[in-house]
Protein backbone atom coordinates (compact mmCIF):
# COMPACT_ATOMS: atom_id res chain seq x y z
CA UNK A 1 0.00 0.00 0.00
CA UNK A 2 1.30 3.34 -0.81
CA UNK A 3 -0.96 6.63 -0.08
CA UNK A 4 2.65 8.69 0.02
CA UNK A 5 2.93 11.14 -2.52
CA UNK A 6 5.92 11.18 -4.77
CA UNK A 7 7.13 14.15 -3.79
CA UNK A 8 6.49 14.51 -0.15
CA UNK A 9 8.45 17.67 1.08
CA UNK A 10 7.81 19.95 3.68
CA UNK A 11 10.32 22.61 4.27
CA UNK A 12 9.86 23.57 7.23
CA UNK A 13 7.32 22.02 9.53
CA UNK A 14 6.40 25.25 11.27
CA UNK A 15 5.23 25.90 7.60
CA UNK A 16 1.86 24.34 8.21
CA UNK A 17 1.44 27.76 10.56
CA UNK A 18 -2.23 29.37 9.77
CA UNK A 19 -1.93 32.79 10.56
CA UNK A 20 -5.53 34.13 11.13
CA UNK A 21 -6.37 37.77 11.61
CA UNK A 22 -3.74 40.84 11.30
CA UNK A 23 -3.66 42.05 14.78
CA UNK A 24 -4.70 46.13 15.40
CA UNK A 25 -1.98 48.14 16.88
CA UNK A 26 -4.13 48.80 20.28
CA UNK A 27 -4.40 44.97 20.76
CA UNK A 28 -0.71 43.96 20.22
CA UNK A 29 -0.04 46.74 22.70
CA UNK A 30 -1.88 45.00 25.36
CA UNK A 31 -1.04 41.69 24.37
CA UNK A 32 2.64 42.24 24.20
CA UNK A 33 1.82 44.29 28.16
CA UNK A 34 0.39 40.73 28.85
CA UNK A 35 3.42 38.71 27.44
CA UNK A 36 5.99 40.79 29.63
CA UNK A 37 4.09 40.39 32.79
CA UNK A 38 3.92 36.92 31.87
CA UNK A 39 7.77 36.67 30.84
CA UNK A 40 8.89 38.47 34.48
CA UNK A 41 6.61 36.15 36.68
CA UNK A 42 8.33 32.84 35.04
CA UNK A 43 11.61 34.30 35.91
CA UNK A 44 12.99 36.87 32.97
CA UNK A 45 15.00 39.44 34.45
CA UNK A 46 12.90 43.19 34.78
CA UNK A 47 15.09 45.09 32.21
CA UNK A 48 15.55 41.55 29.76
CA UNK A 49 12.27 41.81 29.67
CA UNK A 50 12.16 46.16 29.06
CA UNK A 51 14.22 45.80 26.05
CA UNK A 52 13.47 42.74 24.42
CA UNK A 53 9.09 43.87 24.26
CA UNK A 54 10.49 47.61 23.37
CA UNK A 55 9.35 48.57 20.08
CA UNK A 56 7.74 45.46 18.73
CA UNK A 57 5.41 46.22 15.60
CA UNK A 58 3.65 44.27 13.34
CA UNK A 59 5.48 42.15 10.99
CA UNK A 60 4.43 41.48 7.81
CA UNK A 61 7.01 39.02 6.74
CA UNK A 62 6.79 36.74 9.77
CA UNK A 63 2.66 36.65 8.91
CA UNK A 64 3.31 36.26 5.33
CA UNK A 65 5.97 33.08 6.09
CA UNK A 66 3.43 31.33 8.76
CA UNK A 67 0.87 31.61 6.23
CA UNK A 68 2.75 29.81 4.06
CA UNK A 69 0.52 27.07 2.78
CA UNK A 70 1.67 23.32 2.78
CA UNK A 71 0.16 22.38 -0.34
CA UNK A 72 2.99 24.52 -2.13
CA UNK A 73 5.51 21.86 -3.24
CA UNK A 74 9.34 21.71 -3.33
CA UNK A 75 10.73 19.06 -5.82
CA UNK A 76 13.73 17.99 -3.97
CA UNK A 77 16.24 17.99 -6.76
CA UNK A 78 15.76 21.87 -6.19
CA UNK A 79 15.58 21.82 -2.50
CA UNK A 80 18.75 19.63 -2.50
CA UNK A 81 20.81 21.02 -5.46
CA UNK A 82 21.02 24.45 -3.46
CA UNK A 83 21.75 22.54 -0.08
CA UNK A 84 24.26 19.90 -1.07
CA UNK A 85 26.36 21.96 -3.55
CA UNK A 86 29.83 22.28 -4.40
CA UNK A 87 30.18 25.22 -1.98
CA UNK A 88 28.68 23.74 1.01
CA UNK A 89 31.01 20.42 0.08
CA UNK A 90 34.13 22.79 -0.21
CA UNK A 91 33.24 24.93 2.86
CA UNK A 92 32.36 22.08 5.22
CA UNK A 93 35.75 20.11 4.48
CA UNK A 94 37.58 23.05 5.59
CA UNK A 95 35.48 23.19 8.71
CA UNK A 96 36.35 19.71 9.36
CA UNK A 97 40.03 20.42 9.34
CA UNK A 98 39.52 24.08 11.34
CA UNK A 99 37.97 22.38 14.30
CA UNK A 100 39.10 18.62 13.67
CA UNK A 101 39.87 18.51 17.82
CA UNK A 102 36.67 19.89 18.69
CA UNK A 103 34.86 17.28 16.26
CA UNK A 104 37.60 14.20 17.69
CA UNK A 105 36.43 15.41 21.08
CA UNK A 106 32.63 15.50 20.30
CA UNK A 107 32.96 12.11 18.21
CA UNK A 108 34.27 10.71 21.85
CA UNK A 109 31.84 12.28 24.34
CA UNK A 110 28.41 11.55 22.28
CA UNK A 111 29.73 9.22 19.48
CA UNK A 112 28.53 10.67 16.88
CA UNK A 113 30.77 11.01 13.97
CA UNK A 114 32.40 13.88 12.55
CA UNK A 115 30.93 14.48 9.51
CA UNK A 116 27.37 13.71 10.56
CA UNK A 117 27.88 17.12 12.84
CA UNK A 118 29.41 19.19 10.37
CA UNK A 119 26.97 18.49 7.36
CA UNK A 120 24.28 19.55 9.93
CA UNK A 121 26.16 22.43 10.95
CA UNK A 122 26.25 23.43 7.12
CA UNK A 123 22.80 23.21 6.61
CA UNK A 124 21.35 24.53 9.29
CA UNK A 125 23.12 28.29 9.31
CA UNK A 126 25.87 27.36 6.62
CA UNK A 127 28.33 26.89 9.31
CA UNK A 128 27.41 29.63 10.86
CA UNK A 129 27.37 32.42 8.43
CA UNK A 130 24.06 32.77 8.00
CA UNK A 131 21.42 32.29 10.95
CA UNK A 132 18.45 34.42 9.91
CA UNK A 133 17.68 37.91 10.88
CA UNK A 134 14.73 37.88 12.98
CA UNK A 135 14.06 39.22 16.63
CA UNK A 136 13.51 36.45 18.08
CA UNK A 137 11.15 38.02 21.15
CA UNK A 138 9.45 40.11 18.15
CA UNK A 139 8.88 37.12 15.96
CA UNK A 140 7.70 35.08 17.84
CA UNK A 141 5.20 37.91 20.00
CA UNK A 142 3.70 38.74 16.51
CA UNK A 143 3.65 34.90 16.07
CA UNK A 144 1.24 34.88 19.81
CA UNK A 145 -0.46 38.21 19.57
CA UNK A 146 -1.53 37.31 15.56
CA UNK A 147 -3.53 34.50 17.04
CA UNK A 148 -1.85 31.64 15.25
CA UNK A 149 -3.01 28.41 16.33
CA UNK A 150 -0.01 27.42 18.10
CA UNK A 151 -0.10 30.98 19.98
CA UNK A 152 0.41 28.73 23.38
CA UNK A 153 3.80 26.61 22.00
CA UNK A 154 5.07 29.87 20.87
CA UNK A 155 4.34 31.78 23.88
CA UNK A 156 6.54 29.09 25.87
CA UNK A 157 9.80 29.41 23.26
CA UNK A 158 9.32 33.15 24.07
CA UNK A 159 9.62 33.05 27.22
CA UNK A 160 12.27 30.29 27.72
CA UNK A 161 14.23 32.13 25.09
CA UNK A 162 14.72 35.20 27.36
CA UNK A 163 14.87 32.98 30.14
CA UNK A 164 18.36 31.86 28.48
CA UNK A 165 19.27 35.55 28.38
CA UNK A 166 18.47 36.57 31.85
CA UNK A 167 20.68 33.22 32.86
CA UNK A 168 24.09 34.97 31.00
CA UNK A 169 23.82 32.01 28.62
CA UNK A 170 23.37 34.44 25.18
CA UNK A 171 23.06 38.31 25.33
CA UNK A 172 19.86 39.83 24.10
CA UNK A 173 20.98 40.49 20.90
CA UNK A 174 22.07 37.06 20.00
CA UNK A 175 18.91 35.98 19.82
CA UNK A 176 18.28 36.23 15.91
CA UNK A 177 16.98 33.64 13.67
CA UNK A 178 14.23 32.31 11.46
CA UNK A 179 10.62 33.86 11.76
CA UNK A 180 9.00 30.87 13.82
CA UNK A 181 11.73 31.59 16.49
CA UNK A 182 14.84 29.18 16.07
CA UNK A 183 18.44 30.59 16.09
CA UNK A 184 22.10 29.73 16.68
CA UNK A 185 24.26 28.05 14.53
CA UNK A 186 22.31 24.94 15.06
CA UNK A 187 18.81 26.80 14.69
CA UNK A 188 17.40 24.80 18.20
CA UNK A 189 14.58 25.95 19.19
CA UNK A 190 14.43 27.69 22.66
CA UNK A 191 13.02 24.72 24.51
CA UNK A 192 15.15 22.47 22.47
CA UNK A 193 18.49 24.98 23.58
CA UNK A 194 17.21 24.82 27.18
CA UNK A 195 16.82 21.04 27.34
CA UNK A 196 19.85 19.79 25.51
CA UNK A 197 22.33 23.03 24.74
CA UNK A 198 26.24 21.53 25.95
CA UNK A 199 28.72 24.28 27.56
CA UNK A 200 31.82 22.53 25.77
CA UNK A 201 34.20 25.17 25.80
CA UNK A 202 33.83 25.39 29.35
CA UNK A 203 33.40 28.82 30.19
CA UNK A 204 30.37 28.61 31.73
CA UNK A 205 27.98 29.87 29.37
CA UNK A 206 26.16 27.46 27.01
CA UNK A 207 26.69 29.85 23.88
CA UNK A 208 25.03 28.37 20.69
CA UNK A 209 25.42 31.48 18.85
CA UNK A 210 29.15 32.64 19.07
CA UNK A 211 30.67 29.32 20.21
CA UNK A 212 31.37 26.38 17.70
CA UNK A 213 32.48 23.99 20.11
CA UNK A 214 28.79 24.44 22.64
CA UNK A 215 27.41 24.50 18.81
CA UNK A 216 28.81 21.17 17.76
CA UNK A 217 28.60 19.46 21.03
CA UNK A 218 24.65 20.10 20.93
CA UNK A 219 23.75 19.26 17.75
CA UNK A 220 25.80 15.58 18.57
CA UNK A 221 24.01 15.59 22.14
CA UNK A 222 20.43 16.05 20.31
CA UNK A 223 21.19 13.34 17.39
CA UNK A 224 22.17 11.07 20.43
CA UNK A 225 19.06 11.75 22.39
CA UNK A 226 17.29 10.68 19.50
CA UNK A 227 18.80 7.26 19.32
CA UNK A 228 21.91 7.44 17.64
CA UNK A 229 24.00 4.60 17.27
CA UNK A 230 27.89 4.85 16.74
CA UNK A 231 29.58 3.77 14.09
CA UNK A 232 26.90 3.06 12.05
CA UNK A 233 26.13 5.02 9.08
CA UNK A 234 22.19 6.78 7.63
CA UNK A 235 21.69 4.09 4.78
CA UNK A 236 22.90 3.81 0.92
CA UNK A 237 21.19 4.26 -2.68
CA UNK A 238 19.89 1.27 -3.88
CA UNK A 239 18.48 -0.38 -7.08
CA UNK A 240 14.88 -1.45 -7.08
CA UNK A 241 13.64 -4.43 -9.25
CA UNK A 242 11.52 -2.46 -12.80
CA UNK A 243 8.24 -2.94 -11.62
CA UNK A 244 8.46 -3.03 -8.43
CA UNK A 245 5.78 -3.28 -6.15
CA UNK A 246 6.60 -4.31 -2.64
CA UNK A 247 5.97 -2.15 0.25
CA UNK A 248 8.00 1.06 0.71
CA UNK A 249 8.52 3.88 3.68
CA UNK A 250 10.30 5.42 6.56
CA UNK A 251 8.82 3.07 8.56
CA UNK A 252 8.08 0.36 6.95
CA UNK A 253 11.27 -1.57 8.38
CA UNK A 254 12.51 -5.06 7.14
CA UNK A 255 15.84 -6.64 7.42
CA UNK A 256 18.57 -6.54 4.52
CA UNK A 257 18.03 -10.20 4.03
CA UNK A 258 14.13 -9.50 3.30
CA UNK A 259 15.41 -6.14 0.96
CA UNK A 260 17.59 -8.70 -0.92
CA UNK A 261 14.52 -11.28 -1.55
CA UNK A 262 12.44 -8.35 -2.81
CA UNK A 263 14.67 -7.61 -5.43
CA UNK A 264 17.21 -5.18 -4.22
CA UNK A 265 20.74 -4.58 -4.28
CA UNK A 266 23.12 -1.69 -3.42
CA UNK A 267 23.59 0.85 -6.08
CA UNK A 268 27.31 -0.55 -6.43
CA UNK A 269 26.29 -4.45 -7.14
CA UNK A 270 26.79 -5.53 -3.52
CA UNK A 271 24.85 -7.69 -2.12
CA UNK A 272 22.64 -6.83 1.04
CA UNK A 273 22.31 -9.32 3.90
CA UNK A 274 22.06 -9.35 7.48
CA UNK A 275 19.53 -8.83 10.29
CA UNK A 276 19.94 -4.89 10.13
CA UNK A 277 16.84 -3.20 9.85
CA UNK A 278 16.31 -0.76 7.38
CA UNK A 279 12.92 1.10 5.60
CA UNK A 280 13.21 1.95 2.14
CA UNK A 281 12.81 5.39 0.77
CA UNK A 282 11.65 6.87 -2.59
CA UNK A 283 11.89 10.54 -2.34
CA UNK A 284 10.36 11.42 -5.60
CA UNK A 285 8.80 8.04 -6.66
CA UNK A 286 9.95 4.76 -8.29
CA UNK A 287 11.15 6.63 -10.81
CA UNK A 288 13.95 8.61 -8.60
CA UNK A 289 16.80 7.32 -6.50
CA UNK A 290 15.93 4.65 -3.89
CA UNK A 291 17.58 4.34 -0.59
CA UNK A 292 17.67 2.27 2.32
CA UNK A 293 17.92 4.10 5.33
CA UNK A 294 18.73 2.47 9.24
CA UNK A 295 17.81 3.76 12.68
CA UNK A 296 20.67 6.66 12.15
CA UNK A 297 18.56 8.41 9.37
CA UNK A 298 15.54 8.80 11.82
CA UNK A 299 17.75 10.45 14.22
CA UNK A 300 18.22 13.24 11.68
CA UNK A 301 15.02 13.46 10.52
CA UNK A 302 13.62 14.23 14.48
CA UNK A 303 15.71 17.88 13.86
CA UNK A 304 13.51 18.66 11.32
CA UNK A 305 11.03 16.42 9.99
CA UNK A 306 11.47 16.06 6.15
CA UNK A 307 12.88 13.07 4.36
CA UNK A 308 14.64 15.96 1.77
CA UNK A 309 15.75 17.89 4.81
CA UNK A 310 17.16 14.51 6.41
CA UNK A 311 18.44 13.14 3.27
CA UNK A 312 20.39 16.74 2.79
CA UNK A 313 22.06 16.33 6.05
CA UNK A 314 23.18 12.45 5.43
CA UNK A 315 24.29 13.17 1.59
CA UNK A 316 26.18 16.06 2.80
CA UNK A 317 28.02 13.51 5.20
CA UNK A 318 28.64 11.63 3.01
CA UNK A 319 30.33 14.07 0.01
CA UNK A 320 31.98 16.02 3.33
CA UNK A 321 34.41 12.23 3.60
CA UNK A 322 34.38 11.93 -0.11
CA UNK A 323 31.89 10.10 -0.99
CA UNK A 324 30.37 10.68 -4.54
CA UNK A 325 26.65 11.93 -5.70
CA UNK A 326 23.21 9.54 -5.86
CA UNK A 327 23.91 7.63 -9.42
CA UNK A 328 20.54 7.31 -10.28
CA UNK A 329 19.73 10.85 -11.25
CA UNK A 330 16.34 13.05 -10.31
CA UNK A 331 12.82 11.96 -12.93
CA UNK A 332 13.53 15.52 -14.00
CA UNK A 333 14.86 17.13 -17.28
CA UNK A 334 15.06 20.39 -15.32
CA UNK A 335 17.15 19.77 -12.56
CA UNK A 336 17.62 22.58 -9.47
CA UNK A 337 20.22 25.08 -9.43
CA UNK A 338 23.17 25.57 -6.54
CA UNK A 339 23.26 28.65 -4.67
CA UNK A 340 26.01 30.13 -7.38
CA UNK A 341 23.67 29.28 -10.05
CA UNK A 342 20.61 30.99 -7.91
CA UNK A 343 22.52 34.21 -7.88
CA UNK A 344 23.61 34.24 -11.29
CA UNK A 345 19.98 33.52 -12.22
CA UNK A 346 19.05 36.96 -10.86
CA UNK A 347 21.94 38.70 -12.41
CA UNK A 348 20.57 37.47 -15.97
CA UNK A 349 17.04 38.18 -15.10
CA UNK A 350 17.79 41.74 -14.05
CA UNK A 351 20.31 42.22 -17.18
CA UNK A 352 17.52 41.22 -19.61
CA UNK A 353 15.30 43.47 -18.04
CA UNK A 354 13.06 41.26 -15.77
CA UNK A 355 13.72 43.31 -12.84
CA UNK A 356 13.56 41.07 -9.85
CA UNK A 357 15.40 43.66 -7.45
CA UNK A 358 18.67 43.28 -5.82
CA UNK A 359 20.31 39.87 -6.63
CA UNK A 360 21.04 37.70 -3.12
CA UNK A 361 20.62 34.33 -4.04
CA UNK A 362 17.33 33.96 -2.47
CA UNK A 363 14.07 33.09 -4.28
CA UNK A 364 11.75 35.57 -3.14
CA UNK A 365 8.43 36.68 -4.09
CA UNK A 366 10.11 39.23 -6.85
CA UNK A 367 12.56 36.84 -8.16
CA UNK A 368 9.55 34.43 -8.75
CA UNK A 369 7.79 36.90 -10.37
CA UNK A 370 11.02 37.54 -12.32
CA UNK A 371 11.16 33.71 -13.58
CA UNK A 372 7.34 34.03 -14.51
CA UNK A 373 7.37 36.46 -16.88
CA UNK A 374 10.96 35.75 -18.23
CA UNK A 375 9.39 32.20 -18.70
CA UNK A 376 6.09 33.52 -20.92
CA UNK A 377 8.58 35.51 -22.86
CA UNK A 378 10.66 32.75 -23.91
CA UNK A 379 7.32 30.14 -24.36
CA UNK A 380 8.57 28.05 -21.27
CA UNK A 381 6.13 26.29 -18.98
CA UNK A 382 5.25 29.24 -16.23
CA UNK A 383 5.58 28.22 -12.99
CA UNK A 384 8.66 30.86 -11.30
CA UNK A 385 10.99 27.94 -10.60
CA UNK A 386 14.46 28.38 -10.77
CA UNK A 387 15.58 25.58 -12.89
CA UNK A 388 18.04 24.74 -15.38
CA UNK A 389 16.02 25.17 -18.57
CA UNK A 390 14.91 29.02 -17.73
CA UNK A 391 18.79 29.46 -16.41
CA UNK A 392 20.24 28.43 -19.40
CA UNK A 393 18.03 30.17 -21.82
CA UNK A 394 18.82 33.32 -20.25
CA UNK A 395 22.38 32.63 -21.12
CA UNK A 396 24.05 30.71 -17.53
CA UNK A 397 26.12 28.45 -17.67
CA1 LIG B 1 30.41 27.77 26.44
Given at each position: ?????PITILLLAAAVVVFTFQPASASLKSCVAGLKRAAIKAGVRRDVANLAFANVKYDEKVARFSRRQPEKITYIWDYMAFLVDAKRIRDGRAMLKKYSRTLKAVEKKYGVNRYFVTALWGIESDYGKFRGDFFTPHSLANLVCGGNRRAKLFKRELIISL??????????????????????QTQFMPSTYKR???????????????????????????LKNAGWRTGQTWGYEVRIPKNYRGRWGRKRKASLTTWRKRGLVRINGKRLSGKRRAGLILPAGKKGPAFLVFRNFNAIYSYNVAISYALSISHLSDRLRGRKPFVKPWPTNDPGLTRKQRL??????????????????RIGPATRAGIKKAQRKYGLKVDGRPGTRIYRRLGGV
Open positions: MNTRPQLVSRGDIKLSDLKGSWAGAFGLAVDFDRDGRRDLVNSVPDALASTARFRLQKLLNKNGFNVGEADG
